[in-house]
Structure formats: C-alpha cells, structure tokens
C-alpha cells in the first residue's frame, strides 16, 4: 500500500516538521519513504508545503500530485488543493484559520480548529502535532505510542519542556471530537 | 549502520567526510546551501576545513590548490554558480587534478529560478570549460544513490585523475528519503606522488601546470589525457535498465524525472503498454553500448528531461537514428506528473500498434 | 684552491630566463630563491605564480610549483596552505594579476589573515600581453590601451596596493621595496625574507611589493628604465613598511 501525503501552509507553521514526523515514523517501521519540500526564496511567512509518501514498495515519483491525505493549514493551501484530493481520501484542515468547508461528497473531512487549540493550551506553534494527533486517530497509519515516541526522540533530551509540550499537543488532537 | 533520513543535500556532505574528505570550499546559493552548512558543522570536530569563499571562482581555485597538495575536496553549488567555475573546471582539467564538483541544479538562462531543473546537460556533459575535456558526470536519482555516488566519485576522480561532477537537482538536494552509509569510514586514501607537498628535498619537483606553449607538447598531454578517457569510456560506464528487455518503448531519462518516469512506466504497464526505461547513472561515459543494444528490439525512444530536449542528440547518437526518438519535457522548475509522462507513452503507443 | 664567493642559490633552477634584456623578475627571483635557501625551507615550499610573465616561474624555482588561473593565486594558495599548514607557500604575482582580475582574491585572502607570503611585481604595465594599462598604470602613461596618456575620467586611477590591504585586519605584513640600486635591493631581500618568516612565525597575510621596470614595454634602455621607475613610479608609490603587526589571529590564542 502506498499513502501520499501533502502537508500545507504558511513558512513558520511546522508543515515541512510535521512531514518529516511521519517520514520518519515509515522508515523506523521499515517501509519505503520519501519527503520533498516545495521550497521557496522565504525561510518564514511564505508558502511552504511538503510531499510525503509511505508505501511498502518502491517509490518512483517523490511528488505527490493527488494527495490520499492533504493537511491543509491555511485558505491558500486549501484552495489550491483540497481539489486534488484522491476520492476516498481525507482532509485535515485547521478550522481556526479556514471558514471553509469543502462541498465534496467523495472524501472525508476533518476539521480542528488546531491553531485555537493550541494557544488555549498555551502551545503555540503546536498546531502541527496537534493535527499529528488527530491524524494518527484517524488513520491508524502508525500506532499512537510508537509515534509519539519516535517525535520526541528527535529532540534533545534538555529541552525536557519541548518534549512535554509535544507529547501534550499530540494527545489534545488525538483526543479531539468534532461536534 | 541503521539507516537516516536525510536530505539529499546533507547526505552528499556526509558522504563525502565518509569517503575521506575533510576540505570543502563553497559559497551560498540556493538549492545547496544546505552542504556548507552541514559541512561547516562536522569539519571543525574531525580535523577537517569548511571555508566560505568570496566567490565560486575563489572557491574553485581553492579546490584547485587542495587538490594539488593532494587531499580529498570538494566543492558544490548551483547552476549559475557551477558557470563561474567553469575556468578553474577546466584549469583542474588540465592540470590532472581531481576533485568532486557538485551542481545541484536549477533553472536558467541567466539567474533563472530556484526550482529544480536538468538545464546544465549540455555544460555538464559537453562543455564545462574551455578546451578539449571531459569531466566524469553522475546522474543519481535517489538520496541512497546520491551517498553512493560520492563514494565513487571520489575514487574515480583519484583513479583516473580527473575532475567528477554530480550532476543533481533542486528535487534531489531538498529532499529526504532513508540512506544507509555502507562500511567504515575510508581511511586509507590513494597515494599521490605527483602532489605538490613539498619535495622534502628527496625527490625531484613536482610542478601543477596546465599551460604548454610548444604545440606538439600540449597535444601530447591531451593525448594522454584521452586515452585516459577512452578507458573510463570502456570500464566506467553505468546505467540501470527497468523493464527495457521486452519494452517497445524506452524512456531514456535521469536523476528526479527517472523517478517520476518509474511511475509513468508503471501505470502503462497496467494498461498494457510494454514501456521500460534505461536510466543512465553516468552522463558521461553515456551507456550508448545500451541504448544500441535497446534499439535492436524497441520500436521507440521517449526522452524525458527538466529541460528543452538536451540529451536528444546523445540518445540519437547512440542508436544511430535507427528509431524515432521523441522529447518530452519541462522547464524553469515545473516538473511533470507521471500523467503527463503516460500521455507521451500512449501516444506513442498508439502510432507503433 | 679557488673559493667560491658567489654562485647560484640552490633553489633557483640552472635554466635560462625567458625574460627580456634589463627586466627585474630575474633580480628578484634570485632574491626569493636566496631567502628560501638561507631558511632552509627549499623541501617544504610550494610556490605558485599565476597567468603574466612570470608564468613559467615553475621552470626557474626548485621547490613544487603550481601554474595558477590568472589572479586566483591567492585562492589557489589558501587551498594548498589550509591544506598542508607545515608547508611554505608563497605567490609570485603581476600587477595585472593582483590588483585587477585577482583583486577579490588578494583582498579576501589578506582579510582572512591567510598565512602566505605574496610576492608582488608592480611594473606599471601588463608585460607578457605586450605594454597594456595595468591597474597600478601612473596617469599619464602611455601604453597601447591609454596611446594618448592614463587619464583619471576615462581609464580611472592606479591602485595603491599596499595602503589598500594595509587597511585590512588581517594583513601582518606590507612593504613596498625596490629593486633600482644594490642598496634597494638589499633592502627588498630583506623585506622578502620577513615576509616568509611571518609565514613560518604564523603571523598571517604577508606581501611585499616590488617596483620593477619593463624596458621593453616601456620603450626605454634597462638603464633609462631604472631612472623612469625612480623619476615617476616612486613619487605615486613610496617606499616603505605600511603595515608590520605581531600576529593577526591574537584574539585566537
């Protein structure tokens, strides 16, 4: 089985991040893997999106132009791509920062609004796991627990705060109910 | 080892240091900035010199100067910064003097764009400088690939005492896939009796030249040089071959787009179109032996580039004409999608049923 | 039984120059190969000269030579020094070379304190292309680019190369010397054997400019030429240490 992923929004948002958690998570479990960044000339405040795919055979292409999965965390990236979707897939879009809601029938639709979550929680910057979280309820892609392990073994263990955060941002997303 | 996820880009400069390089000369630009970076991090902790030079051109003639003291270097860079290397490319050339030179390309003419692009061929392949010369060129596709190729640059480059370059892409220096480094670190390099190290006042001078003023002389050392070239025109060359035996239609195709040429094939496959791809590794030596044998069964070629067409003539060359060979391709950082790509193949498909 | 009183130094090569009748490279040359010889570091120098006259100077030292792209001696010299610090390396460069195509590279390499020993021939003129302007031309000068004379609005002024790199953290050493009387002469050598000695002491970037004459090019008698350098290159390029420091890296040690 082969998923790709297209993960979107602005520079500053943890999105190439956020790839590079499930990229990561594949190949620790000893499937195939790719992650490409469109990049641009702007470190921060720009457009920034990441292809990412996981499959359990080889992987030709690294660009992912019909996404199984769109993370979509503004209305410029949601514009520009929720019409890509595959039908059957699913879309993760940050209802704090998209009114919007997509009129297809052939996908599936999740909406947290992430960003709002996560300064009510006082985890700024932690909308990408959070979205992490209710992605991995979602999918079952990886086990809850082994993912959340893999994402904070990335980070160094004196920044003992980071990892608590993340692991909190992760289980307020997995945990999340729409109404 | 376990495997990493790395950039392209980051596992170049990993590489490297595995291979025994510890100098690097390089100056920003994007999409490879990422290996001055990496390299400026790890070279200090192992003895080794990341320097940020004042221009390409100084940096390639620090190569130069390396090279001749006879230790492992590299430098890289971008498409306009590779042009202005081009001098010291082909002093280094003509002093026998290798090295790796990393082109992580992207669009142009001019300052271009930032995006990936394979628009350096011609330069790459043809004419990286001034005067009669070849470098050794690698095409990898993938981060495993590019790790790989390294390695073999270097080696190659030491071998046969010429400049490498990897020929890559915006695509394959941003992004991330597992990569595994083979074996331990390298430590016993070649010996190099011709560097300049200091004639400890043992042997005769060893001299760093490039420049013959009696014809007869400078046309000798460009003998030499190509029948050097002719044996890594017999030994070096690679390329790999998927799903070519029974193909009716090859794609002939490297780097990022072999890749997206891979899915393109496979989708045919499922319909029944019998296509398969031969995906040179080396750009130069170039797999004609390969395409020659290839044109003996398939009925048509389909060239796939991030550019206008520049391998065409060397597809063409190989197979002698005996097929028709069509182009498809984008440019100024647009890739294609396999979709586009399968379009060609059923076109194709459609005129040799 | 003779005694030899004067004879070649070891590390100048038993060939004829190429150089014209009355040039000064040969003088200095010889300077550069007495100073290697009396250091005792003939085994561990790698000189480099780059595209001008002095091209073929890797017929006429003994030690390793490289043949440098024209101006990227300096960056060529920084490759080889990073990487073998224990050799010796010096550069052997025209005016031309230095101060206009290479300039980025004499700057840079001398802002980074790199610890090599340039040796600079400012004669006023590009010699091996057949008497051109050179960026250290005197206004004035006729040459077969500036026929009516350098002048300041059209081909700009000569560049200073000494006060300009003396300006720069990173240069412990620079001097400007001759080589017009015995007497300059003694004090060139003297200059260029500081200048390797800075090398050997990890002082940083040392240069020592030379006033040179090009009969040829300039159209006069090696002797004439002598007095034309004194007359007119010494007023626009006086002589003397613009820049003598300890060590550039002391912050570093």
């Given at each position: 089985m082969t998923t790709k992923i297209l993960i979107a929004g602005f520079g500053g948002q943890g999105v190439l991040f956020a790839g590079k958690q499930i990229a990561k998570m594949g190949m620790d479990a000893g499937m195939k893997v790719s992650w490409l960044p469109s990049y641009g000339p702007e470190m921060r405040g720009g457009t920034a999106n990441c292809s990412v795919i996981v499959s359990d055979e080889e992987i030709g292409s690294p660009i992912v132009n019909t996404p199984d999965i769109l993370f979509s965390f503004n209305i410029q990236s949601f514009d520009k791509f929720e019409k890509s979707i595959k039908a059957g897939g699913i879309l993760f879009a940050d209802s704090s920062l998209i009114s919007k809601k997509s009129t297809r029938a052939d996908i599936k639709c999740v909406y947290v609004p992430a960003t709002e979550l996560a300064s009510e929680n006082e985890l700024t910057g932690g909308a990408n796991v959070i979205m992490l979280g209710k992605f991995i309820k979602e999918t079952g892609l990886f086990a809850k627990d082994e993912f959340i392990e893999h994402m904070v073994s990335s980070i160094p263990s004196n920044k003992a705060k980071l990892i608590e955060n993340n692991k909190k941002a992760f289980s307020i997303g997995y945990n999340y109910e729409e109404n | 080892?376990?495997?990493?996820?790395?950039?392209?880009?980051?596992?170049?400069?990993?590489?490297?240091?595995?291979?025994?390089?510890?100098?690097?000369?390089?100056?920003?630009?994007?999409?490879?900035?990422?290996?001055?970076?990496?390299?400026?991090?790890?070279?200090?902790?192992?003895?080794?010199?990341?320097?940020?030079?004042?221009s390409e051109i100084a940096a390639i003639n620090m190569v130069l100067g390396a090279s001749s003291a006879g230790v492992r270097v590299m430098t890289s860079s971008s498409s306009p910064g590779i042009s202005l290397k081009s001098e010291g490319i082909s002093y280094m050339v003509g002093s026998d003097l290798p090295c790796l030179i990393l082109n992580v390309q992207r669009g142009g003419p001019g300052l271009g764009g930032i995006q990936p692009a394979q628009s350096d061929y011609y330069q790459a392949t043809k004419a990286n400088g001034h005067g009669d010369l070849h470098l050794i060129v690698l095409a990898p596709n993938s981060i495993q690939e590019a790790a790989d190729c390294t390695s073999l640059a270097f080696d190659l480059g030491d071998k046969y005492r010429v400049p490498v370059m990897i020929l890559a892409d915006g695509a394959l220096g941003q992004m991330m896939e597992p990569v595994e480094f083979?074996?331990?670190?390298?430590?016993?390099?070649?010996?190099?009796?011709?560097?300049?190290?200091?004639?400890?006042?043992k042997r005769k001078k060893n001299i760093i030249n490039s420049l013959y003023m009696q014809p007869d002389e400078l046309e000798s050392s460009i003998n030499e040089r190509f029948k050097r070239y002719d044996v890594i025109e017999k030994n070096e060359v690679r390329y790999e071959s998927y799903l070519a035996e029974d193909a009716d239609i090859i794609l002939v195709c490297y780097g990022i787009t072999s890749r997206i040429c891979k899915t393109a094939v496979g989708m045919a496959r499922k319909e029944g179109i019998k296509a398969g791809i031969i995906r040179p590794i080396t750009l130069w030596p170039y797999p004609k032996e390969a395409l020659a044998k290839a044109a003996e069964t398939a009925s048509e070629f389909l060239v796939v580039e991030l550019n206008k067409g520049q391998m065409t003539s060397d597809v063409k060359l190989a197979i002698e004409c005996s097929r028709p060979v069509s182009f498809y391709g984008r440019t100024g950082g647009v890739m294609p999608t396999p979709e586009e790509i399968l379009e060609q193949i059923r076109m194709i498909g459609g005129r040799i049923k | 039984m003779s005694k030899t009183v004067f004879d070649r130094p070891h590390s100048l090569s038993p060939v004829p120059f190429h150089y014209c009748p009355g040039c000064t490279h040969g003088i200095v040359h010889r300077l550069v190969a007495e100073v290697i010889d009396e250091l005792g570091i003939e085994g561990r120098t790698v000189g480099i000269a780059p595209v001008g006259c002095s091209v073929f100077a890797y017929n006429y030292f003994e030690c390793d030579m490289i043949e440098a792209p024209h101006g990227r001696a300096p960056?060529?010299?920084?490759?080889?020094?990073?990487?073998?610090?224990?050799?010796?390396?010096?550069?052997?460069?025209?005016?031309?070379?230095?101060?206009?195509?290479?300039?980025?590279?004499?700057?840079?390499?001398?802002?980074?304190?790199?610890?090599?020993?340039?040796?600079?021939?400012?004669?006023?003129?590009?010699?091996?292309?057949?008497?051109?302007?050179?960026?250290?031309?005197?206004?004035?000068?006729?040459?077969?680019?500036?026929?009516?004379?350098?002048?300041?609005?059209?081909?700009?002024?000569?560049?200073?190369?000494?006060?300009?790199?003396?300006?720069?953290?990173?240069?412990?050493?620079?001097?400007?010397?001759?080589?017009?009387?015995?007497?300059?002469?003694?004090?060139?050598?003297?200059?260029?054997?500081?200048?390797?000695?800075?090398?050997?002491?990890?002082?940083?970037?040392?240069?020592?400019?030379?006033?040179?004459?090009?009969?040829?090019?300039?159209?006069?008698?090696?002797?004439?030429a002598l007095e034309w350098l004194r007359k007119n290159m010494m007023p626009v390029y006086p002589l003397g240490v613009y820049k003598d420091v300890d060590n550039v890296h002391k912050e570093e040690n």
């Open positions: - | 080892m376990a495997k990493v996820l790395m950039k392209g880009n980051e596992a170049i400069a990993e590489a490297a240091i595995r291979s025994g390089c510890r100098h690097y000369f390089g100056y920003p630009i994007t999409p490879q900035t990422e290996i001055a970076e990496y390299m400026a991090k790890r070279m200090p902790k192992i003895g080794g010199l990341c320097l940020q030079a004042e083979s074996g331990n670190e390298k430590t016993e390099l070649p010996e190099k009796p011709w560097a300049t190290t200091g004639t400890g006042m | 960056a060529v010299a920084t490759g080889v020094k990073r990487s073998r610090p224990e050799n010796v390396v010096f550069t052997y460069q025209g005016d031309g070379d230095l101060a206009a195509i290479g300039t980025a590279e004499t700057v840079h390499s001398a802002t980074r304190g790199e610890n090599i020993t340039i040796i600079f021939i400012n004669n006023a003129i590009y010699g091996m292309t057949g008497g051109q302007m050179a960026p250290t031309t005197i206004l004035g000068q006729v040459t077969t680019t500036t026929p009516y004379g350098r002048q300041a609005a059209v081909q700009g002024c000569p560049v200073h190369v000494c006060e300009m790199l003396s300006t720069l953290d990173g240069t412990a050493y620079a001097e400007r010397v001759s080589v017009d009387t015995p007497k300059n002469i003694i004090a060139a050598k003297k200059a260029i054997k500081k200048a390797f000695t800075n090398q050997i002491e990890k002082k940083g970037f040392s240069i020592v400019e030379v006033l040179s004459t090009c009969p040829t090019n300039w159209g006069l008698s090696p002797a004439d």
